[in-house]
Every structure is written in C-alpha cells, then in structure tokens.
C-alpha cells in the first residue's frame, strides 16, 4: 500500500514537473514533444528536433489532411504539446484547438513574413517552394531552440544542414524546368501555385482549393479547353485523391494523366525529398523539357 502510495506520488510529482518545465523540454524522457499537423510539418520537426523531440503527426499517412477532424486523445496531445507545428487556414479543427493555447507553444507557419506574397488566392501549398520552406525551417528552429535551450546549439546546426538541402533540391527544379517545351501545368486541385510560381509554370486547376469539392461540369470544361488550346499534354492527378477527374479531362483531349503529389501525406519510405524528386521527374516528362 505504501509502495503503490510512493509511486502515486511520484508519478503525480513528474505529471507536475513536466507541466511546468520548458528549457528541458515537456517528456518523461526529457524530450521536447511536438505535435505537427500534416506530413511536411512532421518532416520539418524531425529534421530540425532530431534525437531531442518527438513528434506526433495529426494527419495519418495517406490521410488527406484539409478536411481533418481531431479526436479526443489528440485533442489531449495539442494540449499537452510543448510546441504545436500548424498552418493556420488550412485545417480548421487544428485552428480551432490551437486557439486556446498560450502562444509561445504554437508556430503558425502562415505567419511567416516571406510567405505573405505569395500566390493569389489564398494557397497554403506552402512547402511545395523549397526557398519558402527554408525560410520555415529557420523560425521553426528558432522557436524550437527557445523552446529547448540546452538544444539549441543543435537545432540550429540541423536546421542549417536542412536548408542546405533544400537549396540543392531548388537548384535541381531551376535547371531541369529551365529549357522546356511547354510550361502550363493542369493540376486537379489549385494546390501548385507556390510550386508555379517559384519555377515560372502556369497552373491550370480544375478545380479550386479543396481537393474534395466537385467541380461544375462548367468548370471542366473550361479546363479541358484551355489544356487544348496550350497543347497540353499531360493532366496531373494527387497520389491520395480520386484520379476520375483529371482522366476525364484527359480523355477529352487525347492527354494522358500522371501524378504530380502535392506532399498532403507520405506512405511508405517515401520522404519530403523523395517525392519533390519524383515531382520533377513527372514535371519534365509532361512539359517536355530537354538539358540546360
Ligand atoms: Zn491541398
């Protein structure tokens, strides 16, 4: 009885002390926990936290995030969270919990300075711009590090190897979209415009932000003839939506459909890289670029 009293005690004692602590970080086992609302959030986190966080993904893989509805246990992890990693606009659940947090606890990635001139239309695609997300990954590391102080030396050494590769991966999406024979990109939702915008392509979306929402036959129609009247010859389709409509659209006018993924979620071994990769690859076939 006294045994089972002890550990009652103790197990309270550390339920407080990780309710309070901040510079060693929230776990039992001293690391730092984040939660990330979607896959390339999650990427972000591990890569800049390493070995000094663990982080809890909201959107299971294969999951298609917008549309995100919270459980209770997750609800219970945000709470709990010494830092919750979101983009506010795009899932209004995660918004809705976030709310209510004290702010250092929170990095909106919306609220990135270098992100505000981005494209029309309010596109949260944010991580599809290498050079926009290594803006990221710097104030996420720079938030993580006040978060856990005695990392911080760390963090910010992983976030800067980070950000080397994403240059690397820019460089490899500037050269290879350089010398093409076409640059109008017909996506089935409007989830491309950072990615366009970054390497001068002209997106073409069937339909308009939410990958969900059924377009009007109008709005096919639309897309089928401009894809026609450009010489397109390729509709893209997203790895975790329906390819219906972007191989109708592509029937009409003789196209062929392939996938250009838009990093909602990963499966597999696949990574934030290996997919971007896989991205260009499928962006060079379709507009036909040669060697620059
Ligand atoms: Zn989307």
Redesign the pocket.
């Known amino acids: 009885m006294l045994r089972r009293c002890l550990l009652a005690v103790s197990v309270l004692l550390s339920l407080v002390v990780a309710g309070c602590g901040n510079d060693a970080g929230g776990g039992g086992d001293g690391k730092v926990k984040v939660v990330a609302a979607f896959y390339p959030l999650q990427f972000i986190s591990e890569r800049v936290g390493g070995d000094r966080v663990t982080v809890t993904n909201l959107t299971r893989g294969g999951a298609e995030?917008?549309d995100l509805e919270l459980r209770p246990n997750q609800l219970a992890q945000i709470e709990d969270a010494d830092l919750v990693v979101y983009l506010d606009g795009?899932q209004p659940a995660v918004d809705e919990a976030v709310r209510g947090q004290a702010k250092d606890r929170s990095f909106d990635v919306a609220a990135v300075e270098a992100l505000k001139d981005g494209p029309a239309g309010k596109d949260?695609?944010v991580w599809l711009d290498p050079v926009r997300l290594s803006v990221v990954v710097g104030q996420l590391a720079d938030r993580m590090a006040k978060v856990d102080t005695a990392g911080a030396e760390e963090i910010r050494s992983r976030a800067t190897r980070l950000q080397g590769e994403l240059r690397e991966l820019d460089k490899e999406f500037s050269t290879g979209l350089a010398n093409c024979a076409r640059r109008d990109i017909v996506t089935s939702?409007a989830?491309f415009g950072y990615l366009a915008g970054r390497y001068e392509l002209n997106q073409i979306p069937i339909n308009g932000?939410?990958?969900e929402a059924e377009p009007g036959p109008q709005q096919v129609t639309e897309a089928a003839r401009l894809a026609k009247e450009r010489g397109v010859t390729t509709i893209f389709f997203e790895a975790l939506v329906s390819p219906k409509l972007s191989e109708t659209v592509a029937k009409e006018i003789g196209a062929k459909a392939a996938v250009l993924d838009?990093l909602?979620g990963v499966e597999g071994g696949d990574t934030y890289f290996t997919v971007m990769r896989a991205n260009l690859t499928a962006l060079r076939d379709a507009l036909g670029c040669g060697q620059s």
């Open positions: 995030p917008h795009f949260p695609h939702h989830a932000l939410d990958p838009p909602e």
